[in-house]
């Protein structure tokens, strides 16, 4: 047997042997017999590729929706440009105006005038219209959005940041909009006992139930936010491990009246030495991107 650690590559899972093959007994996945280290590196690198593609292309969503949104707040069709050229064209008289030329330019004016008005009553029809169906396809696509998606408890959380005018569907939040609402931060910590407490990150890491969140780190951009939970971890045999809990696409919208919203699925991120060592690869991880410390008292 080749595959002689019998830890399950996709979630370090212990691995039982059944009618020639091995399955995971904590995410189900099946392996032949012959499996050995060159396949368990493949299938890790595989696992991190498609982690990676389905972040890229859920970041490429949400930024094509922002545009969108922008672009139909800011966009205006201009109604005032026919009447003006008209009133250039019209309101300066000749030098030396003839009699003749008078009355074909009143002839005109009797003809386009009625034109020109009925004109921009009908392209203010038409603006309305259009307003309608982009406060329309605005709310629906926030409806896409926020609603719906999941089954899990959604906490709503009063935003306190005012949105400037250049960055009004900024989805970015601030980690002092998460420390300081008691109900998300409880729903947090049940959901992150979930992965310290499972056998299998006890069994792999030889840590126990007595687990104390220390440190917290959320990573913003305008269109989304990942947040960290440092938590320190008292082991069997005595010494303290720092496990990493992520939740990744916190999401925030003045349109939806400036609230917060998480659906607490928790990632095992990885084991550090430290706080300071969990810090500095978070950093390294995500250039570019603003990082603000939960207040953890």
Same mark, same amino acid.
């Given at each position: 047997?080749?595959?002689?650690?019998?830890?399950?590559?996709n979630?370090?899972?212990?691995?039982?042997?059944n009618?020639?093959?091995? +399955?995971c007994?904590?995410?189900?996945?099946?392996?032949?017999?012959?499996?050995?280290? $060159?396949?368990? @590196?493949?299938?890790?690198? @595989?696992t991190?590729?498609?982690?990676?593609?389905?972040?890229?292309?859920?970041?490429?969503?949400l930024?094509?929706t922002? +545009?969108?949104?922008?672009?139909?707040?800011y !966009?205006?069709?201009?109604?005032?440009?026919?009447?003006?050229?008209?009133?250039?064209?019209?309101?300066?008289? =000749? !030098?030396?105006?003839?009699?003749?030329?008078?009355?074909?330019?009143?002839?005109?004016?009797?003809?386009?005038?009625?034109?020109?008005?009925?004109?921009?009553?009908?392209?203010?029809?038409?603006?309305?219209?259009?307003?309608?169906?982009?406060?329309n396809?605005?709310?629906?696509?926030?409806?896409?959005?926020?609603?719906?998606?999941?089954? !899990? =408890?959604?906490?709503?959380?009063?935003? =306190?940041?005012?949105?400037? +005018?250049?960055?009004?569907?900024?989805?970015?939040? %601030?980690?002092?909009?998460?420390?300081?609402? @008691? @109900?998300?931060?409880?729903?947090?910590?049940?959901?992150?006992?979930?992965?310290?407490?499972?056998?299998?990150?006890?069994?792999?890491y030889?840590?126990?139930?007595?687990?104390?969140?220390?440190a917290?780190?959320?990573?913003?951009?305008?269109? =989304?936010?990942?947040?960290?939970?440092?938590? +320190?971890?008292?082991?069997?045999?005595?010494?303290t $491990?720092?496990?990493?809990?992520?939740?990744?696409?916190?999401?925030?919208?003045?349109?939806?009246?400036?609230?917060?919203?998480?659906?607490?699925?928790a990632?095992?991120?990885?084991?550090?030495?430290?706080?300071? %060592?969990?810090?500095?690869?978070?950093?390294? $991880?995500?250039?570019?991107?603003?990082?603000?410390k939960?207040?953890?008292?």
């Amino acid at each position: 047997m080749k595959f002689g650690n019998k830890v399950c590559p996709n979630c370090n899972g212990k691995l039982d042997l059944n009618n020639g093959m091995f +399955e995971c007994s904590f995410c189900g996945c099946s392996f032949a017999a012959d499996f050995d280290s $060159k396949d368990v @590196e493949r299938i890790r690198k @595989e696992t991190e590729a498609e982690r990676n593609a389905a972040r890229a292309l859920r970041e490429s969503e949400l930024n094509r929706t922002r +545009e969108d949104l922008k672009y139909n707040r800011y !966009t205006r069709p201009s109604t005032t440009a026919q009447p003006t050229q008209y009133n250039q064209q019209y309101s300066q008289p =000749t !030098t030396q105006p003839t009699t003749q030329n008078t009355g074909r330019r009143r002839s005109k004016a009797r003809i386009i005038v009625p034109i020109v008005i009925g004109g921009y009553v009908l392209l203010q029809i038409i603006v309305m219209i259009i307003r309608g169906a982009v406060s329309n396809r605005k709310q629906q696509t926030i409806n896409d959005i926020f609603g719906g998606k999941t089954t !899990t =408890t959604t906490t709503i959380i009063e935003a =306190t940041t005012e949105t400037s +005018e250049e960055t009004l569907y900024d989805f970015s939040i %601030d980690a002092s909009q998460i420390s300081s609402n @008691e @109900e998300i931060m409880n729903n947090l910590a049940e959901a992150s006992s979930k992965i310290l407490d499972s056998d299998r990150v006890q069994e792999k890491y030889g840590t126990t139930s007595d687990n104390e969140l220390v440190a917290g780190y959320l990573f913003s951009t305008y269109y =989304t936010n990942d947040l960290y939970l440092v938590y +320190e971890s008292k082991c069997t045999d005595d010494s303290t $491990k720092y496990i990493c809990i992520y939740y990744s696409s916190l999401l925030a919208d003045d349109a939806t009246g400036g609230s917060v919203y998480c659906d607490y699925t928790a990632h095992l991120d990885n084991v550090y030495d430290s706080v300071d %060592d969990a810090r500095t690869k978070l950093i390294e $991880k995500y250039p570019g991107y603003n990082m603000s410390k939960l207040d953890i008292s």
